[in-house]
């Protein structure tokens, strides 16, 4: 029951994540584009943040007990084996997705850089999407 519960958790935690981000690169990146405005961008993300963070970190967490449970020999960095070949492919689009972040943080925000802000929102958004994909393929016997 408990395996059952923190995959719950990971799922509404990537549901956070996942949408939060699709929402903002269909419906808050075109006009922030088209209108040269960082301004939408700050205001959305200033309202993402509290709860996309956290949900961040609870699939972080979350993720890394349910690779304790599914590849206890993770570590043996087996491509052949089911899980652990779909775990490594999302610890990399994690560490991607984290250098991302803190470029953004640091560099970007910082210099309301709109163009390259915008293809680091669309590129998390596609490793988002990713993420979920990857989930799926795993509970379901794979895809990949």
Known sequence: MVLKSIIFIHILAATVWTGGHLILSIG???????????????????R???IGL???LILILTGIYITTVYAPDFFQLSWQDHYTRHILLKFGLMILTLLLAVHARFFLIPK???IPLAIHIIAVTLFSVLFVLLGFSARSGGIL
């Open 28 to 46: 808050f990146l075109p006009k922030a584009l088209k209108n040269k405005n960082f301004g939408i961008i700050e205001w959305f993300e200033s």
């Open 48 to 50: 993402f943040e509290p």
């Open 54 to 56: 956290p949900a961040l």
């Open 112 to 114: 309301k850089a709109l």
